[in-house]
Protein backbone atom coordinates (compact mmCIF):
# COMPACT_ATOMS: atom_id res chain seq x y z
CA UNK A 1 0.00 0.00 0.00
CA UNK A 2 2.72 2.27 1.14
CA UNK A 3 4.39 1.97 -2.85
CA UNK A 4 0.69 2.80 -4.29
CA UNK A 5 0.28 5.49 -2.26
CA UNK A 6 3.98 7.38 -3.05
CA UNK A 7 3.21 5.99 -6.82
CA UNK A 8 0.40 8.54 -6.55
CA UNK A 9 1.63 11.11 -4.82
CA UNK A 10 4.59 11.10 -7.22
CA UNK A 11 2.09 11.71 -9.98
CA UNK A 12 0.53 15.00 -8.10
CA UNK A 13 3.94 16.64 -7.84
CA UNK A 14 5.53 16.21 -11.42
CA UNK A 15 2.52 18.53 -12.54
CA UNK A 16 2.72 21.99 -13.96
CA UNK A 17 -0.14 25.12 -13.83
CA UNK A 18 -2.49 26.95 -15.79
CA UNK A 19 -5.89 27.60 -16.37
CA UNK A 20 -9.35 26.18 -17.91
CA UNK A 21 -11.67 24.05 -20.10
CA UNK A 22 -15.16 23.20 -18.57
CA UNK A 23 -14.11 21.60 -15.25
CA UNK A 24 -15.57 20.91 -11.48
CA UNK A 25 -14.35 20.95 -8.53
CA UNK A 26 -16.24 17.58 -7.80
CA UNK A 27 -14.80 16.39 -10.83
CA UNK A 28 -15.47 12.38 -9.70
CA UNK A 29 -19.43 13.22 -9.72
CA UNK A 30 -19.09 14.55 -13.53
CA UNK A 31 -17.45 10.94 -14.86
CA UNK A 32 -18.79 11.52 -18.60
CA UNK A 33 -16.42 15.35 -18.63
CA UNK A 34 -12.92 13.39 -17.51
CA UNK A 35 -12.98 10.44 -19.77
CA UNK A 36 -15.12 8.48 -21.87
CA UNK A 37 -14.10 5.13 -20.14
CA UNK A 38 -15.42 6.15 -17.07
CA UNK A 39 -18.98 5.10 -18.82
CA UNK A 40 -19.83 1.57 -17.32
CA UNK A 41 -16.81 1.72 -14.49
CA UNK A 42 -19.14 0.75 -11.52
CA UNK A 43 -21.12 -2.16 -10.20
CA UNK A 44 -24.44 -2.08 -11.44
CA UNK A 45 -26.73 -1.83 -14.39
CA UNK A 46 -27.45 1.84 -15.26
CA UNK A 47 -26.56 5.31 -13.49
CA UNK A 48 -27.99 8.39 -13.20
CA UNK A 49 -26.09 11.36 -11.90
CA UNK A 50 -26.00 15.45 -12.11
CA UNK A 51 -23.74 18.28 -10.88
CA UNK A 52 -24.35 21.81 -10.69
CA UNK A 53 -21.55 24.92 -10.09
CA UNK A 54 -22.50 28.27 -9.44
CA UNK A 55 -19.75 30.58 -10.19
CA UNK A 56 -19.93 33.67 -8.76
CA UNK A 57 -17.76 37.21 -10.26
CA UNK A 58 -17.32 40.63 -9.29
CA UNK A 59 -18.53 43.67 -11.06
CA UNK A 60 -15.77 45.56 -12.53
CA UNK A 61 -15.29 49.01 -14.83
CA UNK A 62 -15.26 46.35 -17.84
CA UNK A 63 -18.55 44.74 -16.42
CA UNK A 64 -21.72 45.75 -15.17
CA UNK A 65 -22.88 42.33 -13.82
CA UNK A 66 -22.05 40.11 -10.51
CA UNK A 67 -23.96 37.70 -11.81
CA UNK A 68 -22.87 34.44 -11.68
CA UNK A 69 -21.57 31.51 -14.11
CA UNK A 70 -23.85 28.22 -13.98
CA UNK A 71 -22.26 25.24 -14.91
CA UNK A 72 -24.39 21.97 -14.94
CA UNK A 73 -23.95 18.55 -16.11
CA UNK A 74 -26.67 15.44 -16.23
CA UNK A 75 -25.67 12.08 -17.53
CA UNK A 76 -26.68 8.32 -17.82
CA UNK A 77 -25.03 5.48 -18.57
CA UNK A 78 -25.72 1.65 -18.52
CA UNK A 79 -23.79 -1.78 -18.88
CA UNK A 80 -25.89 -3.20 -21.83
CA UNK A 81 -23.88 -6.14 -23.44
CA UNK A 82 -21.38 -8.60 -22.65
CA UNK A 83 -18.39 -8.03 -24.58
CA UNK A 84 -16.67 -11.07 -27.15
CA UNK A 85 -15.02 -12.56 -23.49
CA UNK A 86 -16.57 -13.34 -20.58
CA UNK A 87 -15.20 -10.91 -18.27
CA UNK A 88 -15.73 -7.93 -20.93
CA UNK A 89 -18.28 -5.72 -20.85
CA UNK A 90 -19.88 -2.81 -23.10
CA UNK A 91 -21.65 0.53 -21.79
CA UNK A 92 -23.49 3.59 -23.26
CA UNK A 93 -23.85 6.75 -22.27
CA UNK A 94 -25.59 10.07 -22.46
CA UNK A 95 -24.36 13.85 -20.93
CA UNK A 96 -25.94 17.13 -21.34
CA UNK A 97 -23.80 20.18 -20.32
CA UNK A 98 -24.30 24.13 -19.88
CA UNK A 99 -21.92 26.49 -19.53
CA UNK A 100 -23.89 29.87 -19.03
CA UNK A 101 -23.77 33.27 -17.63
CA UNK A 102 -27.20 34.00 -15.60
CA UNK A 103 -27.85 37.15 -17.89
CA UNK A 104 -27.65 34.96 -20.91
CA UNK A 105 -24.99 37.09 -21.77
CA UNK A 106 -22.69 33.67 -22.85
CA UNK A 107 -23.68 30.43 -23.21
CA UNK A 108 -22.51 27.19 -24.30
CA UNK A 109 -23.79 24.01 -24.47
CA UNK A 110 -22.88 20.07 -24.94
CA UNK A 111 -24.41 17.06 -26.08
CA UNK A 112 -22.38 14.06 -25.68
CA UNK A 113 -22.46 10.67 -26.47
CA UNK A 114 -20.16 7.81 -25.65
CA UNK A 115 -19.26 4.13 -26.04
CA UNK A 116 -16.92 2.26 -23.68
CA UNK A 117 -15.40 -1.14 -23.97
CA UNK A 118 -14.25 -2.91 -20.68
CA UNK A 119 -11.67 -5.92 -20.89
CA UNK A 120 -11.10 -7.48 -17.94
CA UNK A 121 -7.64 -8.95 -16.41
CA UNK A 122 -6.71 -11.35 -14.46
CA UNK A 123 -7.52 -14.91 -13.09
CA UNK A 124 -10.35 -13.10 -10.53
CA UNK A 125 -11.02 -10.08 -13.12
CA UNK A 126 -9.78 -7.66 -10.63
CA UNK A 127 -8.04 -5.53 -12.66
CA UNK A 128 -9.94 -3.81 -15.95
CA UNK A 129 -8.82 -1.74 -18.74
CA UNK A 130 -11.39 0.13 -20.69
CA UNK A 131 -11.06 2.26 -24.02
CA UNK A 132 -14.27 4.83 -24.71
CA UNK A 133 -14.46 7.19 -27.73
CA UNK A 134 -17.26 10.01 -26.91
CA UNK A 135 -18.82 12.31 -29.71
CA UNK A 136 -20.51 15.31 -29.33
CA UNK A 137 -21.98 18.40 -30.51
CA UNK A 138 -21.12 21.84 -28.85
CA UNK A 139 -23.57 24.99 -29.30
CA UNK A 140 -21.76 28.35 -28.31
CA UNK A 141 -23.58 31.52 -28.58
CA UNK A 142 -23.67 35.69 -27.58
CA UNK A 143 -27.28 37.38 -26.45
CA UNK A 144 -28.34 40.36 -25.00
CA UNK A 145 -28.48 42.97 -27.61
CA UNK A 146 -26.66 45.90 -25.04
CA UNK A 147 -23.82 43.76 -24.97
CA UNK A 148 -20.29 45.84 -24.94
CA UNK A 149 -17.11 45.47 -25.42
CA UNK A 150 -13.75 47.72 -26.61
CA UNK A 151 -13.35 47.40 -30.49
CA UNK A 152 -10.69 50.79 -30.41
CA UNK A 153 -8.33 49.80 -27.53
CA UNK A 154 -5.94 53.20 -28.49
CA UNK A 155 -8.81 55.60 -28.38
CA UNK A 156 -10.87 53.45 -25.68
CA UNK A 157 -14.36 53.38 -27.64
CA UNK A 158 -17.11 51.27 -27.30
CA UNK A 159 -19.17 49.22 -29.89
CA UNK A 160 -22.11 46.44 -29.37
CA UNK A 161 -22.46 43.47 -31.64
CA UNK A 162 -25.77 44.84 -33.19
CA UNK A 163 -23.57 47.70 -34.56
CA UNK A 164 -21.12 45.05 -36.37
CA UNK A 165 -24.54 43.18 -38.12
CA UNK A 166 -23.62 39.89 -36.10
CA UNK A 167 -27.35 39.79 -34.73
CA UNK A 168 -28.77 37.14 -36.20
CA UNK A 169 -32.47 37.77 -34.22
CA UNK A 170 -34.03 40.02 -31.81
CA UNK A 171 -33.17 37.76 -28.73
CA UNK A 172 -29.89 35.38 -30.04
CA UNK A 173 -26.97 37.93 -31.69
CA UNK A 174 -24.53 35.04 -31.95
CA UNK A 175 -24.46 31.83 -32.72
CA UNK A 176 -21.94 28.89 -33.55
CA UNK A 177 -21.77 25.20 -33.18
CA UNK A 178 -19.67 22.75 -34.29
CA UNK A 179 -18.85 18.92 -33.91
CA UNK A 180 -16.12 17.09 -31.16
CA UNK A 181 -14.93 13.77 -30.43
CA UNK A 182 -12.66 12.41 -27.62
CA UNK A 183 -11.19 8.99 -27.33
CA UNK A 184 -10.13 7.90 -23.48
CA UNK A 185 -8.63 5.03 -21.63
CA UNK A 186 -8.58 3.90 -18.22
CA UNK A 187 -6.96 1.13 -15.97
CA UNK A 188 -8.27 0.10 -12.77
CA UNK A 189 -7.02 -2.14 -9.94
CA UNK A 190 -9.60 -3.72 -7.29
CA UNK A 191 -8.82 -5.26 -3.58
CA UNK A 192 -9.87 -5.87 -0.80
CA UNK A 193 -7.93 -2.62 0.83
CA UNK A 194 -7.06 -0.67 -2.27
CA UNK A 195 -8.56 0.34 -5.71
CA UNK A 196 -6.62 2.21 -8.01
CA UNK A 197 -7.84 4.15 -11.59
CA UNK A 198 -5.32 6.25 -13.65
CA UNK A 199 -6.79 7.08 -17.29
CA UNK A 200 -6.29 9.62 -19.91
CA UNK A 201 -8.40 11.48 -22.45
CA UNK A 202 -7.75 13.26 -25.64
CA UNK A 203 -10.31 15.71 -26.38
CA UNK A 204 -11.30 18.27 -29.55
CA UNK A 205 -10.31 15.28 -31.69
CA UNK A 206 -11.97 16.86 -34.25
CA UNK A 207 -10.56 20.51 -33.88
CA UNK A 208 -12.37 23.01 -36.35
CA UNK A 209 -14.05 26.35 -36.57
CA UNK A 210 -15.72 27.07 -32.59
CA UNK A 211 -16.47 30.27 -33.50
CA UNK A 212 -19.80 32.51 -32.86
CA UNK A 213 -19.54 34.60 -35.92
CA UNK A 214 -17.23 36.31 -38.61
CA UNK A 215 -14.45 35.79 -36.46
CA UNK A 216 -12.43 32.54 -36.72
CA UNK A 217 -11.54 30.90 -33.84
CA UNK A 218 -10.26 26.88 -34.28
CA UNK A 219 -10.37 24.81 -31.14
CA UNK A 220 -7.15 23.23 -30.18
CA UNK A 221 -6.40 19.31 -29.35
CA UNK A 222 -6.72 18.84 -25.65
CA UNK A 223 -5.76 16.30 -23.05
CA UNK A 224 -7.35 15.53 -19.17
CA UNK A 225 -5.78 13.40 -17.25
CA UNK A 226 -6.52 11.81 -13.99
CA UNK A 227 -5.65 9.57 -11.21
CA UNK A 228 -7.46 8.49 -8.04
CA UNK A 229 -7.40 5.67 -5.13
CA UNK A 230 -8.61 4.59 -1.95
CA UNK A 231 -7.00 2.86 0.60
CA UNK A 232 -8.13 1.22 3.73
CA UNK A 233 -7.07 2.65 6.72
CA UNK A 234 -9.02 0.04 9.21
CA UNK A 235 -12.43 -1.29 9.27
CA UNK A 236 -13.72 1.94 9.12
CA UNK A 237 -12.00 4.90 7.77
CA UNK A 238 -10.89 5.48 4.02
CA UNK A 239 -7.90 7.45 2.22
CA UNK A 240 -8.98 9.06 -1.28
CA UNK A 241 -6.59 11.03 -3.13
CA UNK A 242 -7.69 12.43 -6.57
CA UNK A 243 -5.94 14.34 -8.97
CA UNK A 244 -6.95 15.66 -12.68
CA UNK A 245 -4.57 17.65 -14.94
CA UNK A 246 -6.59 19.38 -18.07
CA UNK A 247 -5.01 21.20 -21.31
CA UNK A 248 -6.53 22.97 -23.84
CA UNK A 249 -4.04 24.72 -25.89
CA UNK A 250 -2.51 27.42 -24.03
CA UNK A 251 -4.47 26.43 -20.93
CA UNK A 252 -3.57 24.14 -18.12
CA UNK A 253 -5.59 23.28 -14.76
CA UNK A 254 -4.50 21.01 -12.29
CA UNK A 255 -7.02 19.91 -9.22
CA UNK A 256 -5.30 17.79 -6.59
CA UNK A 257 -7.26 16.59 -3.42
CA UNK A 258 -7.67 14.57 -0.25
CA UNK A 259 -10.50 13.06 0.99
CA UNK A 260 -11.35 10.65 3.64
CA UNK A 261 -13.98 8.96 4.24
CA UNK A 262 -15.42 7.48 7.79
CA UNK A 263 -18.11 4.52 7.74
CA UNK A 264 -20.24 5.11 11.23
CA UNK A 265 -21.02 2.27 11.86
CA UNK A 266 -19.80 -1.26 10.68
CA UNK A 267 -22.80 -3.11 9.97
CA UNK A 268 -24.39 -0.28 7.77
CA UNK A 269 -23.67 1.32 4.62
CA UNK A 270 -23.60 5.16 5.43
CA UNK A 271 -19.79 6.87 4.53
CA UNK A 272 -19.11 10.02 5.66
CA UNK A 273 -16.33 11.63 3.31
CA UNK A 274 -14.53 14.87 3.71
CA UNK A 275 -11.29 16.65 2.70
CA UNK A 276 -9.89 19.56 0.94
CA UNK A 277 -8.52 20.24 -2.30
CA UNK A 278 -6.79 22.86 -4.00
CA UNK A 279 -6.80 24.40 -7.72
CA UNK A 280 -3.39 25.44 -8.44
CA UNK A 281 -3.12 28.92 -8.70
CA UNK A 282 -7.10 29.29 -8.15
CA UNK A 283 -8.69 27.92 -5.13
CA UNK A 284 -8.36 25.89 -2.19
CA UNK A 285 -11.01 23.46 -1.77
CA UNK A 286 -13.50 22.37 1.20
CA UNK A 287 -14.97 19.02 0.31
CA UNK A 288 -17.88 16.85 1.93
CA UNK A 289 -19.96 14.21 1.05
CA UNK A 290 -21.84 11.18 1.25
CA UNK A 291 -22.56 7.52 0.27
CA UNK A 292 -25.17 5.28 1.30
CA UNK A 293 -25.78 1.96 -0.12
CA UNK A 294 -26.09 2.95 -4.29
CA UNK A 295 -25.84 6.86 -3.50
CA UNK A 296 -23.15 8.95 -3.81
CA UNK A 297 -23.46 12.89 -2.97
CA UNK A 298 -21.12 15.79 -2.57
CA UNK A 299 -20.90 19.40 -1.73
CA UNK A 300 -17.46 21.48 -2.58
CA UNK A 301 -17.05 25.34 -2.08
CA UNK A 302 -13.94 27.61 -3.44
CA UNK A 303 -12.31 29.46 -1.50
CA UNK A 304 -10.63 31.78 -4.22
CA UNK A 305 -7.26 32.97 -4.39
CA UNK A 306 -4.15 33.65 -6.84
CA UNK A 307 -4.78 35.72 -9.66
CA UNK A 308 -8.70 35.26 -9.77
CA UNK A 309 -9.20 36.47 -6.33
CA UNK A 310 -10.09 40.28 -7.61
CA UNK A 311 -12.14 38.85 -10.26
CA UNK A 312 -14.00 36.02 -8.71
CA UNK A 313 -16.41 35.49 -5.25
CA UNK A 314 -17.19 31.94 -3.95
CA UNK A 315 -18.01 29.15 -5.87
CA UNK A 316 -20.14 26.10 -4.73
CA UNK A 317 -21.20 22.75 -6.25
CA UNK A 318 -23.61 20.07 -5.38
CA UNK A 319 -23.39 16.92 -7.67
CA UNK A 320 -25.28 13.67 -6.69
CA UNK A 321 -25.44 10.01 -8.56
CA UNK A 322 -27.66 7.02 -8.15
CA UNK A 323 -26.15 3.14 -9.57
CA UNK A 324 -29.16 0.81 -10.40
CA UNK A 325 -28.68 -2.50 -9.81
CA UNK A 326 -30.97 -5.14 -11.84
CA UNK A 327 -30.44 -8.78 -11.03
CA UNK A 328 -31.31 -11.39 -13.30
CA UNK A 329 -33.30 -14.44 -12.31
CA UNK A 330 -31.95 -17.43 -12.72
CA UNK A 331 -33.43 -20.05 -15.01
CA UNK A 332 -33.96 -23.23 -13.12
CA UNK A 333 -34.97 -26.79 -14.41
CA UNK A 334 -38.10 -28.02 -12.85
CA UNK A 335 -37.40 -31.14 -11.06
CA UNK A 336 -40.04 -33.78 -10.77
CA UNK A 337 -40.13 -35.40 -7.28
CA UNK A 338 -41.10 -39.40 -7.13
CA UNK A 339 -44.93 -39.74 -4.93
CA UNK A 340 -42.95 -43.01 -3.40
CA UNK A 341 -39.61 -40.94 -1.90
Known amino acids: ?23 FTLFD ?37 SQPYLTASIYADGNVLRGFRK ?35 GKKGNSVFTLGAQYGLFNRALKDENLEFFADVKNGTETSLSQLGLMTDQDMLATGSYPD ?44 GF ?14 PAII ?24 PLVLNGGLGYRFGEALQI ?11 GFGYDLVAGGVRDAAHETFEVGISYIFQIAKKPALKPVIFCPKL
Open 227 to 240: AEMRASMGNQLNFR
Open 1 to 23: MLKRITFFLSIIWGLNLGAQDLH
Open 87 to 121: KDWIAVGLNFAQDLERNSVYQNRFQNLSLAYHFGL
Open 245 to 268: FQKDGLFTNINAQAKFGYQLNPKK
Open 29 to 65: LAPHNVNPALVGSYEGTFRVGGIVRDQYFKSNELSSS
Open 181 to 224: LAIGAVFANYSKKTDFKIGLNITHILTGDQSVATARDDKSIGFI
Open 287 to 297: LFGVDYKNIRA
